[in-house]
């Protein structure tokens, strides 16, 4: 298992030095703020949503935790060319995995890349950092970009 795990924690430190998707997006469609005062996380998630409401660009800024960071890089992979519906069920899916509780529906969805997170289900306090930028992104798409804390 530590083999797994120190595997895990090179992907999360290389999404940490090197994250994707870094950077403000031109007239993003969708947009919101995040905090985390617990840890000291701050991002801002932006999409861009194409009229069939297919996902076609996400990018996110702000300094915070590896955790956090390497959570919002990978979030950014995750989602882009998804529909509305299917960023909605990877961020449930991946809400359960972060937290411990039963996934809900995860079939037709790649979970693999966002594994190497899962480990924060047991350190509480590093659940707000992992989950923050899909919290984000939930509010960039349905909330009209209410800004979001974990507190
Ligand atoms: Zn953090």
Not at 5 to 23: S, T
Not at 29 to 39: E, W
Not at 110 to 134: F, I, M, N, Q
Request: hydrophobic share 35%; proline share 3%.
């Amino acid at each position: 298992m530590s083999d797994l795990r120190d595997l895990y924690q090179e992907v999360i430190f290389d999404h940490n030095r090197n994250p994707r998707n870094f950077g403000k997006l031109d007239q993003p469609t969708h947009q919101a703020q995040g905090v985390n005062p617990l840890c000291g996380d701050e991002l801002a998630v932006y999409l861009s949503l194409d009229e069939n409401e297919r996902i076609t660009a996400v990018h996110f800024e702000g300094r915070g935790c590896a955790i956090s960071t390497a959570s919002a890089s990978i979030m950014t992979e995750t989602l882009k060319g998804l529909s509305l519906e299917q960023a909605d069920s990877y961020f449930r899916a991946f809400h359960a995995m972060a937290t411990g509780e039963t996934p809900a529906q995860t079939a037709g969805l790649d979970l693999s890349k966002l594994e190497v997170l899962s480990g924060v289900r047991d350190y509480p306090a590093r659940v707000k950092c992992a989950t923050l930028a899909w919290h984000t992104m939930q509010s960039a798409l349905h909330s009209h970009g209410e800004q979001v804390t974990t507190e």
